[in-house]
């Protein structure tokens, strides 16, 4: 199916792996530009010279910290300069944390909400009138079943994905009278590298199964009984970038294999 992507240019922050990676990749074969924005700029570069060989797109690689004022700043001007502006948005970069409420200091929280939330703020305000000149385009935010359904080891984690979840509802609101849609997108549990290495390191001392370790998490929180690939997640939000999806602004979509146990 030609979901109408080719020549669009498409920021995804944190793109260099994982689901990032995934994503613009699924992005590069419906014929988008990418703008691939990481903090590893080995990997970064790699990564993009890999996707634009492999895909015949152009792939401007910004070596970025979107948790800075100054990162957003940067990823904002390289798009326009290379581009002249974007018509996607993957608000994707972030990571999981692992504290209590009470231990917490100040400086953690503060961190997270940089990351999670400002990050988004800043660049919907940086891209959107780009976006808006450019005719309309899509902004989705990466997000968690966390923001739902809380895990209780991460509670940061959980409150800033909540906050990223509202801030894209209230958003949708705001741009769609520019043809701009956007969405909000909660994956369970996804097989990325952080989840194998943190497998890995929780076998060390017990024989090292993390395979069996990762199947054990799987059937006790999925349905499903598996971890979903980042290509299986890279799938759906292809789509919601695409006009196919035109009907769907400020909405919330769990991808997590039956893991949401409300409503």
């Known amino acids: 199916m030609d979901l109408g992507l080719r020549n669009k240019v498409a920021v995804v922050t944190g793109g260099s792996v994982g689901i990032g990676l995934a994503v613009a990749e699924g992005l590069a074969r419906e014929g988008a530009h990418i703008v691939m924005v990481a903090r590893d700029q080995n990997r970064l570069a790699t990564a993009a010279r890999d996707l634009a060989d492999r895909h015949g797109v152009r792939c401007l690689p910004v070596s970025a910290d979107v948790a800075t004022c100054d990162g957003i700043a940067s990823i904002v001007s390289q798009t326009e300069e290379a581009f002249g502006g974007a018509d996607i948005l993957i608000n994707n ?28 703020v800043r660049l919907a305000r940086g891209l959107v009138p780009g976006m808006r000149k450019r005719g309309g385009g899509a902004i989705i935010h990466n997000a968690s079943i966390c923001a739902a359904q809380p895990l209780w080891y991460e509670p940061i984690y959980n409150v800033t994905k909540a906050a990223l979840m509202m801030f894209s509802k209230t958003l949708s609101t705001e741009v769609i009278k520019d043809n701009i849609r956007v969405n ?20 060390t001392e017990t024989g090292g199964d993390w395979e069996g370790y990762l199947q054990s998490v799987a059937e006790e929180h999925a349905p499903i009984k598996r971890f979903g690939s980042p290509e299986e997640l890279a799938n759906f939000f292809v ?15 769990f991808v997590d294999g039956g893991m949401l146990k409300t409503l």
């Open 93 to 120: 970069a972030g990571t999981g944390s692992n504290e209590t409420i009470m231990e917490a200091a100040d400086e953690k929280w503060q961190f997270y909400w940089e990351l999670h939330v400002m990050a988004a």
């Open 184 to 203: 909000c997108v909660n994956p369970g549990l996804i097989l990325t590298p952080d989840w194998v290495k943190t497998a890995k390191q929780l076998t």
């Open 239 to 253: 789509f919601l970038c695409s006009d196919n999806a035109s009907y769907s602004v400020g909405s919330s979509y």
